[in-house]
C-alpha cells in the first residue's frame, strides 16, 4: 500500500464523501442493445444549437451526419443507429425544461455498420483536429465544451502538457474506470493524437490510487505505446501519476495543480500556464475518431445506486433514453427516492425518466433514502466548515446568508463566482444547506446586467 | 450540539462530588428554563421551533456552569430569558446572535443581583456527603475563590487559604476549589475540550491563543510587586479560564471562523482577561472578554479572510 502522503493531491480543502463505486466498479463495460427509439437533443455542446439536417420520414445510416451548426462553436451530431427519422421535435432535457431533438426509430433489417482502422500517422496535425471536430466530439466530462477549439490554442500559447483526467473523484462513477481498465490502449492512442495536433510531447494521466487495476493497464499500455513511438523515431513521454482519493481531485484547476504544481489565473483558462486537460472517455472518442473514423455516437454510462436492480457500466448509443435503460436493467427497487444525472456531486436530480442520454452524461444514479439526505436546512451557525472544504478558498457560508437576505449582488467579495459548484461545502454543511444553490443565486445575481433605458 | 452537550456533562457530573447534589438541581432548572424560553419565543416570534437542535441546551448548561453552586434557584429563569430571549432571538436568532448567550446571561446576573452571585461561594466538600448543604441557607457557609483572594490580598492571602502551589495546583486541576458550577474542573473541562478538537469540531486555536496569552501576561504583570512574579499555572488553573477557552471562545455563532482570525480573537480575550482580572474591578474576567472580543468578530472575518485560490485580476484581494 502506498504511503497516502506521497499521492499527488491539491493542498487547499476537499472533503472525502463514501466512494460507492464497489456496486460497478468489477462490472465489465457491457453492450446495451439498441432500443426502438432514440432521442437525439440538438443542443449537445455548449452554444448555438445544431440545425436538423434530415427531414421526417428520411432514412438514416449510423454515423450520418443529422445536425450541422450554422454559426459558432459547436459541433456535428451524427445519427448513433440506422432507422427512420420518426420525429422532429422537443425532448426533456437533465437540466434545461426542453430542447430540440430528432427521434430516430431503430430499423430492425440494416447491416451493421463495420469501422476498419486505418494508421492514424498518416494524418497531419490539421487533418487529424478536422477528424476531432467532423466527428462530433465534446468534452465528456460534461461541460460540452467543443474539443476541436481546446485543441486550437492561440498561437502565443505555450502549450507544454497534456493531462488526462482520470481522477474519476465522484462517488458511485466507474465509468471511465472500466474503460481505462478494459480500453487502455485506446485511451493512449488517443493521448498520442492530441498530443500530435498540440505538437507536444508531454502526457501525464491522473488516477486516483482507489483504481489500482487502472492505473497498471494504462501504466502498460503508455509503457507499450511509448516503446512503439520510440520505433517510429517519436519521442513522447506518456506518465500515468497516481492521486490521493479526495473530491474533487477531478476538477480541472485542482488536478492540474496536484500534477504540476501550476495554478490556473482567476478567471483564466489552462492554456495560460500551458496546459491542455481532456476526460479519459473524450480521449478514448478521438482514437475512435482518428483511428476508426467513427463519430461520437455511444457512451459508456455508469448506471448504480440501491435504486437500480441491476447496477452496471452500460455502453449506450447517445439519444438512448433514462426509461429504456431502466427497463434493460430489471427496473428501479421499491425504495427509490432520487434519480440524478451526473455524479451525487454535482449532478443533477431529474423528475422524468424520458430524458435522453447526452454525450456528456456520465451517470445515472438511482438513489435510495439511506444514500440521500432530504432532512431540511436550518440557519447556518458559522462553524466554518463550509469555509475550510472549499478547494478555490471562497466563503460559501456568507454567500448563503447573503442571498438569504436578498443581497446577492454583494457577494463578489467572498468569491461567488469563482466557484465551479464542486458541492464540497453543501456535503459538510451541519445545517444541510443548499450552498450550491445558494451560489447560483448569487452568480444569477452578479451576472445580471443593468437595464439600459 | 449534542456531543458538545455530551463533552459538559464530566464537570456536571463532578460537580455533584465537589460541591453537593444542588449543583444538578440548579443545571436541570437552567436548562429547563432555556428551553422553555426558547419554545415560547420562537412560537411568539412565529419562528419554527428549534428547542430539539440542542442550542438552548448547551446555553442552559453553560449558564448553570457559571454561576455558583449556592445561587437561589429563581436565578436560572432569570438568566435563561436575558440569554435566549433577548441574547439569542432579539438579536437574531440562532446562527445570527452577536453575543455568547450564556456569558450576556451571566453579565446580566452579575450586574443585576450581585449578591447572590458573589456573596457566599461555597467550599468542596471535604467528604462525599453530597446532600449535606441541601436545604441549608447559603450563609452557613462560605469561602472565597482563587482569584477573589488573589485580588484582595495577593498571593499570601492565597497560600494562608489554599497551602502552598505546589500542594494546591494538583487540587486545582482535579477541580477541587470554590468556583461556579461547571469552571472548577480544570482536568475534566480539558479532556472534553480535547475530544471536541479530536473530532474537529473545534480547533486548537482560539483555546491555545488565549490560554498562553493569559498565562504569558499574568506570568509578567501578576506579580505582587515586580514583573515576571506572577504565577501563570495558578492563572489558567482558577476562575472560568479553561471553560470559557474550550467552550464559550470556541463557539461557532460568536467568534470567527479562520484559523488566523481566530488566533487573534484569542489573544484578545486572553489580554482583555488578565487586564480585568489585574485592573479591574472584579476577581475574573473571562466572561467580560468574551462578550468584549464576541463584536469584533465580524471585523475579525473581513480582515482575515481565507486564501482565495486565484483571485481574478484587480479584485479586492
Redesign the interface.
Known sequence: MMNSAALLTFPKGGVHPPESKELTSGIPIEEMPVPANLEIILGQHIGVPCEPLVKKHSKVQEGELIGQVSRGLGVPIHAPISGTVANIGDSYHPFRVSTPSVTIRSSTDSEPVCYTPVDWNAFSREELKDKVRAAGIIGAGGAGFPTHVKLSPPPDARIDTLILNGAECEPYLTADHRIMVEHAEEVIIGAQVILKILGIKRCLIGIEANKPDAIATMTDAARKQSRDAANRGEQVEIAVKTLQVKYPQGSEKQLIQSLTGRKVPGFGLPLAIGVVVQNITTARAIYEAAVLNKPFIEKVVTISGRGIKRPANLNVKVGTLVSDIVNYLGGTTEDLKKVVLGGPMMGFAVSTLDIPILKTTSSILFLTKDEIDIRPHSNCIRCGWCVEVCPMGLQPCEIGMYVEAGKGKDTRQFGALECFECGSCAYVCPAKRPLVQFVRLAKMELNKKPLVV | MWTVAACLMPPLVLSVFIFGIQTLVITAACVISCVVVEAITQKCLKR?V?IY?G?AVITGLLIAYIIPPSAPLWLPPLGAIMGIYIGKHLLG????NIFNPALLARAFLMATFPVAMTAAWMPPLSTMEIFSFYGETVDAVSAATPLYLLSHGGMAALIEEFGSPSSFYGRFFLGWRPGCIGETSTFLIMAGGLFLMYKKYITWHTPVAMLGTIALLTWIFGGDEKLFAGDPILAVLAGGAMLGAFFMATD??TTP??AKAKLVFGFGVGALTVLIRLKGGYPEGVAYAILLMNPMTPALEVWF?????????G??Q
Open positions: 419554527q428549534t437542535d442550542s436568532g440562532i446562527g445570527y461557532y455563532v471562523m479562520g479572510r481565507p486564501q482565495r485560490f486565484a483571485p481574478p485580476l479584485s479586492d
